[in-house]
Nanobody, 125 residues
Framework: VQLVESGGGLVQPGESLRLSCAAS????????IGWFRQAPGKEREGISC????????SYADSVKGRFAISRDNAKSTVYLQMNSLKPEDTAIYYC???????????????????WGQGTQVTVSF
């Protein structure tokens, strides 16, 4: 099982980025894929998840209305479209895999067993 994030970078406030989480070694099937982020000195925060089997999604209040998660099971890839980025969105972004029941409104990292290496997102002038 391997998860690889890509798409991070440096953008200005108000701009957009799309992150990708490519899965290999297994079929997306019916799992939860979560996006988490961690800023320096802060705990890892769950921001969004998707159940790959039925497409049910969940978002943290901090990103609701600005971020959108989606999946392409044929490509074994989950995306995180991030719009209207703010400086406080600056963090390392990780995707992770869990059983589908762990895609919930309160998204905690503990049940997620497999993690990618992370991709840096920096929002700054």
């Amino acid at each position: 099982v391997q998860l690889v994030e890509s798409g991070g970078g440096l953008v200005q406030p108000g701009e957009s980025l799309r992150l990708s989480c490519a899965a290999s070694g297994f079929s997306l099937g019916y799992f939860a894929i979560g996006w988490f982020r961690q800023a320096p000195g802060k705990e890892r925060e769950g921001i969004s998840c998707i159940r790959t089997g039925d497409g049910v999604t969940s978002y943290a209040d901090s990103v609701k209305g600005r971020f959108a998660i989606s999946r392409d099971n044929a490509k074994s890839t989950v995306y995180l479209q991030m719009n209207s980025l703010k400086p406080e969105d600056t963090a390392i972004y990780y995707c992770a895999l869990a059983s589908p029941q762990y895609c919930t409104e309160n998204l905690f990292p503990d049940p997620y067993n497999y993690w990618g290496q992370g991709t840096q997102v920096t929002v700054s002038f």
